[in-house]
Antibody
Framework: EVRLVQSGAEVKKPGESLKISCQGS????????IAWVRQMPGKGLEWIGV????????KYSPSFQGQVTISADKSINTAYLQWSSLKASDTAMYYC??????????????WGQGTLVTVS | SYVLTQSPSVSVAPGKTARITCGGD??????VHWYQQKAGQAPVVVLS???DRPSGIPDRFSGSNSGNTATLTITSVEAGDEADYYC???????????FGGGTQLTVL
């Protein structure tokens, strides 16, 4: 069974750093991109970027480039999303999802349960 | 960057048909994926292209895609279909995923 399990909710102050995680199981983790998606309170889904754990290749949305860092450790089947200096506007639910190729496209077939980040 | 536009809300009575649209420049040339997000839950993919449904998704969910509009059609709507629905495409020119703004489906 494919599973993505995310780390727990976080409450942080502005200016603090944070790293949240997403551990995969039930599939060959290093063979799939892992995506991160933001959902601000009461708002829609926003694609942050992806990491390929096999070689740590990353791609970012221009809206998030330079604001966050995506990484992965294939030895423990875990992807990460981190901030060096949080802002109140980073308050959101963050989802990881398996990013699967589909006929020249990509989509997200399995999702983690979400990590709520509150910056206040 | 590529933009997908969805109507904010759709309301439908139980047993009727709901149509949720997703607009984008020449979206008919792209593969569209649809996600359902129920309150307090993570999104779930319900459809890829016009009729590729994951196991467990009923055939009441179907799609179409032509020109500048893709449509998710839900027939015989049930109370359990009440959720937010998002369209998504992969933009090969920018190597990015793009989500529509989402449509809230209300079952009356």
């Amino acid at each position: 069974e494919v599973r993505l399990v995310q780390s727990g909710a976080e409450v942080k102050k502005p200016g603090e750093s944070l790293k949240i995680s997403c551990q995969g199981s039930g599939f060959t983790f290093s063979h799939y991109f892992i995506a991160w998606v933001r959902q601000m309170p009461g708002k829609g889904l926003e694609w942050i970027g992806v990491v390929y754990p096999g070689d740590s290749e990353t791609k970012y949305s221009p809206s998030f480039q330079g604001q966050v860092t995506i990484s992965a450790d294939k030895s423990i089947n875990t992807a990460y999303l981190q901030w060096s200096s949080l802002k109140a506007s980073d308050t959101a639910m963050y989802y990881c999802a398996r990013h699967r190729k589909y006929s020249g496209s990509y989509f997200n077939d399995y999702w983690g349960q979400g990590t709520l980040v509150t910056v206040s | 960057s590529y933009v997908l536009t969805q109507s904010p809300s759709v309301s439908v009575a139980p047993g009727k048909t709901a149509r949720i649209t997703c607009g984008g420049d020449n979206i008919g040339s792209k593969i569209v994926h649809w996600y359902q997000q129920k309150a307090g839950q993570a999104p779930v993919v319900v459809l890829s292209e016009e009729n590729d449904r994951p196991s467990g998704i009923p055939d009441r969910f179907s799609g179409s895609n032509s020109g500048n509009t893709a449509t998710l059609t839900i027939t015989s709507v049930e109370a359990g279909d009440e959720a937010d629905y998002y369209c998504q495409v992969w933009d090969i020119y920018t190597d990015q995923s793009v989500f529509g703004g989402g449509t809230q489906l209300t079952v009356l």
